[in-house]
């Protein structure tokens, strides 16, 4: 069995993308933290990777042993160490998202579709970011839900509200209506909620207008609900500001799946194509759409196999 180093910038999404990957491949795995020294050093790594110059003092610390059969990092962070360490231990390496602005020498890149990246042998194009799909992983996290958090009664509709980003805003006059809909339309099940780390003050205050069988407010109880409601709900209604959280809704599980319109200033941003793109193939709907037309689940395990089969 393989062993993998994963290169950890500190942001939880990308750890946990490249963390699916070693999943999947059952390969065992080490985390070590990097960070560059300083804002002008990661500036630099570009201008040096683009020269072929390789500087490891442009880090606070890299690992200075090899115990690995190869490196997988995800983040503009990691991308440059990631190549140090590759060359320097003559070990293959993984990126996962595309590595804009350095060369594209890893031996495999897996990024999304909607990056448009260049034809190469080394990139695989996927519909959807890396996560989780270990059955017995959500099923670990729906009991520890029911234990912690909520014991639920009957079926349920999990709705999970991202927040406002430069690409993204949630109008909240525009979220009180869909809301609404929500409930009119599903009045025979439970309604549980979850906003997140991005999501304002004013949703927040938003949501006490509603009656929710189960309802968290990240910024008093910061826990992750949504692996818990992807094993147990029958539908799911998400922000469209977040493709992780909606790459993770529509890749396990049952439960269908919705997009909750935000406002998008950029209607030709690539969120919008990610989400246009999973709505034409059937892996999502919006709100325009019945409410009891099912979703297909995205399997992107075959494809990450074949391309990783020379990897034991």
Not at 40 to 57: H, M, N
Request: hydrophobic share 35%.
């Amino acid at each position: 069995m393989s062993k993998a180093l994963i290169l950890n910038d500190q942001k939880p999404g990308h750890l946990n993308q490249s963390i699916a990957l070693v999943t999947l491949m059952r390969w065992e795995y080490d985390v070590v933290d990097i960070e560059f020294k300083n804002r002008s050093a990661k500036i630099i790594s570009y201008l040096f990777d683009q020269l072929f110059i390789k500087a490891p003092t442009l880090y606070k610390s890299l690992p200075k042993n090899n115990s690995y059969d190869l490196i997988i990092s995800t983040g503009s962070t990691t991308f440059y160490a990631n190549k140090i360490l590759s060359t320097k231990w003559i070990i293959p390496n993984i990126a996962l998202l595309y590595p804009r602005g350095y060369k594209l020498h890893f031996n495999y890149i897996f990024c999304p579709h909607y990056d448009h990246p260049p034809r190469h042998r080394n990139i695989i194009s996927l519909p959807v970011s890396l996560s989780c799909i270990e059955p017995s992983w959500y099923q670990k996290k729906a009991v520890e839900f029911k234990k912690t958090q909520y014991q639920p009664i009957r079926s349920s509709i999990g709705i999970v509200i991202g927040g406002s980003s430069t690409r993204s805003k949630i109008n909240p006059a525009q979220l009180r209506e869909q809301l609404a809909t929500i409930l009119e339309k599903t009045p025979e099940h439970e309604h549980w909620v979850s906003t997140s780390r991005r999501t304002p003050p004013e949703v927040d205050a938003l949501l006490q207008e509603f009656s929710f069988d189960y309802q968290l407010i990240w910024s008093q109880n910061p826990y992750n609900p949504l692996p818990a409601f992807i094993e147990l709900c029958d539908q799911l209604f998400i922000t469209e500001d977040s493709a992780s959280m909606i790459s993770e809704a529509v890749s396990y599980g049952c439960s269908s799946v919705t997009v909750l319109e935000t406002e998008t200033p950029k209607k030709n941003h690539k969120l919008v194509e990610f989400i246009q793109n999973l709505i034409r193939d059937g892996y999502l709907k919006d709100m325009y759409m019945s409410f009891d037309i099912p979703t297909k689940k995205v399997n992107i395990k075959p494809l990450i196999e074949k391309a990783l089969q020379d990897i034991d």
